[in-house]
């Protein structure tokens, strides 16, 4: 091969042919690669001529009118109506307290989310003397899965800023595997879901959580962290399993300055109110385990430089929460460097012996240990191993413990 002439493969095609890559020759008779290309793109681009402003004008139509529903949907509409449907809800029994539920303002969030704000939850008691407890939460964002939108059972994520903190967390259903044979006469012959629901709380602040603030009977302080995992067997509370771990953190009961309310002083004193020290408890982690419909407190205990206690016992859960059955046992003392704060603490403890009821529960170490039990509603108290439930003894809130 001479230095003037190029090899095989460098050499230019023949005059008229087009070149072929990687050394091959066009089929036979056939037209050059770039040909059959060029035909295929003025057919497409035809086609294109033809029908591209058909599609054009139907994805336009289509979006703007996504885009309008999204924008004049009645959101007021929809939060009246979650509003109707939990008052539609709520079965209260006779002297149970009664739940209203407010929205300020839904907003839409994209195309499968919305927006709760200035939301209120506000608890009536049935006595009429007694204040109403009101929890708030300034966002409530909710988020529908787009897989489940046509679906009967919805599944979302959620989120909240409320009680001081943050709850996030999620509601997923899934067919249930072994469903309960429906009773007779009853329609109730559709699919049945599992419903799990998973939260996680964060700095939920306990001076903002007014039930519980009510339920003690003065100010509260701490804050509250933890999660929540129980899935709900044919979405029915009765039939729950799952776990709560959770743990308040500088607990403390009284701010000093906010009196309690003990009806037992009145008659001695001409006043039920009593001002005291604050009780400082610390951390107090709370383990419950859900199984079968039946929540066991595993541990729940404090252990304070001002006082100690200790909760066990268990919940039977029923489809009316209220008329769930209650049997739990609380034990608590006072140590001794809260007995020396003040004149106060020291009123406060000959009062706790010599109330009937309170000085049976005391046992020899010092702790008063009682026992709540009856409905979750409407429980009564009696010291553990007396009285029971049919002893006579006042209903929750008829008789305030610190």
């Known amino acids: 091969m001479s230095a003037q002439t190029p090899p095989i493969s460098h050499r230019p095609p023949p005059e008229g042919q087009q070149p072929y890559r990687d050394g091959q020759a066009p089929p036979e008779g056939g037209p050059p690669p770039d040909a059959v290309t060029n035909e295929r793109w003025e057919a497409l681009r035809e086609k294109l001529k033809v029908y591209g402003p058909y599609v054009g004008y139907s994805s336009f139509f289509f979006f703007a009118l996504l885009l309008f529903i999204y924008w004049s949907f009645p959101y007021d509409r929809v939060r009246d109506k979650i509003i109707a449907e939990f008052e539609k809800s709520q079965r209260t029994p006779p002297g149970a307290p009664k739940q209203v539920l407010s929205i300020g303002k839904l907003e839409p969030s994209w195309f499968t989310g919305v927006v709760l704000k200035d939301v209120t939850l506000t608890t009536i008691p049935a006595d009429p003397n007694k204040p109403s407890s009101v929890l708030r939460a300034d966002e409530v964002r909710a988020r529908v899965a787009f897989g489940s939108l046509f679906s009967s059972a919805k599944d979302l994520s959620?989120?909240?800023?409320?009680?001081?903190?943050?709850?996030?967390?999620?509601?997923?259903?899934?067919?249930?595997?072994?469903?309960?044979?429906?009773?007779?006469?009853?329609?109730?012959?559709?699919?049945?879901?599992?419903?799990?629901?998973?939260?996680?709380?964060?700095?939920?602040?306990?001076?903002?959580?007014?039930?519980?603030?009510?339920?003690?009977?003065?100010?509260?302080?701490?804050?509250?962290?933890?999660?929540?995992?129980?899935?709900?067997?044919?979405?029915?509370?009765?039939?729950?399993?799952?776990?709560?771990?959770?743990?308040?953190?500088?607990?403390?009961?009284?701010?000093?300055?906010?009196p309690f309310k003990v009806p037992a002083l009145k008659a001695v004193?001409?006043?039920?109110?009593?001002?005291?020290?604050?009780?400082?408890?610390?951390?107090?982690?709370?383990?419950?385990?859900?199984?079968?419909?039946?929540?066991?407190?595993?541990?729940?205990?404090?252990?304070?430089?001002?006082?100690?206690?200790?909760?066990?016992?268990?919940?039977?859960?029923?489809?009316?929460?209220?008329?769930?059955?209650?049997?739990?046992?609380?034990?608590?003392?006072?140590?001794?460097?809260?007995?020396?704060?003040?004149?106060?603490?020291?009123?406060?403890?000959?009062?706790?012996?010599?109330?009937?009821?309170?000085?049976?529960?005391?046992?020899?170490?010092?702790?008063?240990?009682?026992?709540?039990?009856?409905?979750?509603?409407?429980?009564?108290?009696?010291?553990?191993?007396?009285?029971?439930?049919?002893?006579?003894?006042p209903p929750m809130g008829g008789m305030k413990m610190p």
């Open 158 to 258: 959620f989120s909240a800023k409320a009680i001081g903190g943050t709850i996030e967390g999620s509601i997923t259903h899934k067919l249930s595997t072994a469903p309960s044979t429906p009773l007779p006469g009853k329609k109730d012959t559709g699919p049945k879901y599992d419903r799990t629901i998973k939260m996680d709380l964060n700095d939920v602040s306990l001076a903002e959580l007014a039930p519980l603030r009510d339920a003690v009977g003065t100010a509260v302080g701490g804050t509250l962290k933890g999660s929540i995992d129980v899935t709900y067997g044919e979405t029915r509370i009765d039939k729950a399993n799952g776990t709560v771990a959770l743990e308040v953190e500088n607990f403390w009961v009284s701010d000093g300055k906010t």
């Open 269 to 393: 004193f001409g006043s039920e109110d009593i001002t005291l020290p604050q009780i400082v408890i610390g951390n107090v982690p709370v383990q419950i385990s859900v199984k079968n419909g039946v929540a066991t407190v595993e541990k729940f205990e404090g252990k304070g430089k001002d006082l100690e206690l200790n909760v066990d016992g268990r919940v039977t859960l029923r489809e009316s929460v209220n008329e769930s059955d209650l049997a739990i046992g609380l034990r608590f003392k006072f140590n001794d460097t809260y007995k020396k704060k003040g004149e106060s603490t020291a009123g406060l403890l000959l009062l706790l012996d010599s109330e009937p009821k309170l000085r049976a529960s005391k046992r020899s170490d010092g702790f008063y240990a009682l026992r709540a039990q009856g409905l979750l509603g409407n429980p009564i108290i009696a010291p553990a191993g007396g009285g029971g439930a049919t002893g006579g003894f």
